[in-house]
């Protein structure tokens, strides 16, 4: 008998609400209003007072954390799309 050892990722059933998003980029003054000035394109039920900052031990980048409403699988890579043109996200997860 032969066992997977290949991990599935966890299956998300959508639309699903407090979706955790983690936003890592160059740190910079403005960049929690641009996170999300796109974040409120995507998903206008964000909280601006919800979000958790912490900046890197260097300080060279940050990492905002968001919790949005994901409606599909689509709907989170057009989130990272938009998030990563705007030159200063890194990083989406």
Known sequence: M????EQQPP??????EN?????????CDNFVDVVLEVLKRHAP?????????RD??????????VSITAKSVEHLEQI???LRETGLVRMVL
């Open 2 to 5: 032969t066992h997977s050892t």
């Open 11 to 16: 299956k998300i059933e959508f639309p699903c």
């Open 19 to 27: 979706y955790s998003l983690r936003i890592i980029g160059d740190s």
């Open 45 to 53: 039920e964000v909280d601006p007072e919800t979000v958790v900052c």
């Open 56 to 65: 890197s031990s260097k300080g060279r980048f940050v990492s905002a954390q």
């Open 80 to 82: 990272n799309q938009d």
